[in-house]
Nanobody, 121 residues
Framework: QVQLVESGGTLVQAGGSLRLSCEVS????????MGWYRQAPGKQRELVAT???????NYRDSVKGRFTISRDNAKNTIYLQMNSVKPEDTDVYYC???????????????WGQGTQVTVSS
């Protein structure tokens, strides 16, 4: 089994900062891409940022320059540093990882349970 556990979601004022964390644990051989997505009620889940095993990053336009994704491969953990947050960043944030399980020959996508980020104006 593979588990993704997110933490760090909270209520923050507009212009403030917070950091999300996501640790991947379980029967893991390797992890390929990891990332953060977000979803508001009644809307589609959207990409926020991704990072490859080699450290290449990708961001949605609305968060470029404000959010930074990083990765600690030794800890199987990714982070999302969120600065200058805006009310429109309010969402449930989900962690994602593409994992090769021990004994498996193909990668499988896994998701965390989500963590709520609320930005007050």
């Amino acid at each position: 089994q593979v588990q993704l556990v997110e933490s760090g979601g909270t209520l923050v004022q507009a212009g403030g900062s917070l950091r999300l964390s996501c640790e991947v644990s379980g029967s893991i051989s390797s992890i390929n891409a990891m990332g953060w997505y977000r979803q508001a009620p009644g809307k589609q889940r959207e990409l926020v940022a991704t990072i490859t095993s080699g450290g290449t990053t990708n961001y949605r336009d609305s968060v470029k320059g404000r959010f930074t994704i990083s990765r600690d491969n030794a800890k199987n953990t990714i982070y999302l540093q969120m600065n200058s947050v805006k009310p429109e960043d309010t969402d449930v944030y989900y962690c994602y990882a593409r994992v090769l399980r021990r004994g498996s020959f193909s990668y499988t996508d896994y998701w965390g349970q989500g963590t709520q980020v609320t930005v007050s104006s």
